[in-house]
């Protein structure tokens, strides 16, 4: 269904404002030159804030660092954001504290690693991450995006599943996505964790080979959630609870036919992510080239019927338990995982909105096995300590 179409067959028109009218009316949300931003440019684009009574003015960041800061300070009033940056400055690590507030999920899966072409060929050649790494005869440089970002546990758990201590046997640095390209042209950098279209840049220049995508770390991870300070959600919350139905209906319209490789054209442009537009669709659309995996590569996900975006406490307890395994935080932080996720997920009024916008509500997390076989789930939840003792590799 073409824009024209689906805008005339029922959604939103500007002239249709709900009863219950936000508090705030123009939000300034915050955002990441990637792919996965889709559901943010494509409200914007379409306008369907409209119908809620927000405009939404989309403020591009140069990185993740900027987009904590500038939440913090009140510059941004919510933000397209890693999942755990929210939990990383809700526990304080590595910087101020404050009590945050995931609103909704807006995509899972959609994330990868890439190397250097030698180190791809020597990955091939031997079978073996490790024998590859030591070919190089000295420690390995990696780049992910934020230290307590998802690109930075994923790289942990997968170098860790393969018997690689991150901690140890490799040096970890922080550059912002879009930076990822120039810092493999330019050497001295291994390999990088971050989202599309980077990767694909990277591998259509010949700079680097995709050689994993995060759901082959952990299938339908949680990634970018729709993130803002707590005492946003309370000082407005028929403005949250609005925000949340605009991208909803964002990431509902991204999983009709034909409205990613649309939305790909608009990414494509400047002022969102300014990659080529081919490069874009080809990963939004699942297309890893020949890349194979211990299960199947599953691209970016936006909807899926609601699946995509309910915010579930697990699913941030999964970092806190990573962040305790790499020694970010003590124990005392660990037993409090359940009770930290519950204030942070914004459930209630997710579900709100899901109804309002007639969305399923599945508020049951999936399991999942992980590439390391090991299972996460709501019982994995229930003992965080047990789990995260349970692993070979972490900081002791």
């Known amino acids: 269904m073409s824009t024209s179409s689906w805008l005339a067959s029922g959604a939103p028109s500007p002239d249709r404002i709900s009863d219950d009218a936000p508090e705030k009316r123009h939000l300034r ?15 914007k684009r379409l306008e369907l804030g409209h119908e809620h009574g927000l405009t939404l003015e989309l403020s591009r960041e140069s990185s993740w660092a900027a ?9 941004l009033d919510a933000a397209h954001s890693l999942y755990g940056l929210v939990y990383g400055v809700q526990l304080g690590i590595g910087g101020p504290r404050e009590d945050m507030a995931v609103l909704m999920v807006l995509n899972r899966n959609g994330q990868a690693v890439t190397v250097t072409p030698a180190l791809a060929d020597a990955m091939a050649d031997t079978g073996d991450l490790r024998a590859a790494l030591a070919s ?12 307590t ?61 995709t050689v994993a995508v995060s759901s082959d770390i952990w299938p339908d991870h949680p990634e970018k959630v729709l993130a803002c300070r707590r005492d946003f959600v309370a000082r407005y ?9 605009t991208l909803l ?26 990659a080529p537009r081919d490069l874009i669709a080809a990963r939004l659309l699942g297309d890893f080239g020949r890349l194979s995996g211990r299960h199947a590569l599953l691209p970016v996900s936006f909807f899926d019927e609601g699946v995509v975006n309910y915010p579930h406490p697990t699913d941030g307890m999964w970092f806190v338990s990573q962040y305790r395994r790499w020694g970010m935080v003590d124990d005392e932080a660990l037993a409090h995982a359940a009770q930290t996720a519950a204030a942070v997920s914004q459930t209630a009024l997710f579900e709100a909105a899901a109804r ?25 939840a229930k003992d965080l300590r047990a789990y995260v003792e349970g692993f070979p590799i972490r900081a002791r």
């Open 29 to 43: 949300v915050g955002f990441i030159a990637l792919s996965d931003a889709a559901p943010l440019v494509v409200a």
């Open 67 to 75: 987009i904590r800061d500038k939440l913090l300070t009140g510059e």
């Open 136 to 147: 190089l005869g000295r420690k390995p440089v990696f780049a992910q995006t934020f230290p």
């Open 149 to 209: 970002g998802t690109h930075a546990m994923f790289l942990n758990y997968w170098f860790a599943a393969q018997g690689i201590d991150p901690l140890t046997d490799v040096n970890s640095i922080v550059i912002p996505p879009a930076h990822m390209v120039a810092a493999m042209e330019e050497g001295g950098l291994d390999g990088f964790c971050c989202g599309e279209p980077w990767h694909a840049v990277a591998q259509a220049r010949g700079l680097g080979r």
């Open 237 to 245: 919350p028929r403005t949250a609870l609005a925000l949340v139905r």
């Open 249 to 274: 209906s964002a990431c509902r319209w991204l999983d009709m036919p034909g409205h990613r490789a649309e939305a790909a054209g608009w990414l494509a442009e400047p002022a969102w992510v300014g």
């Open 356 to 380: 309002a916008e007639g969305v399923p509500v599945v508020s049951s997390a999936a399991s999942e096995t992980l590439c390391d076989a090991r299972v996460w789930d709501a019982a994995s």
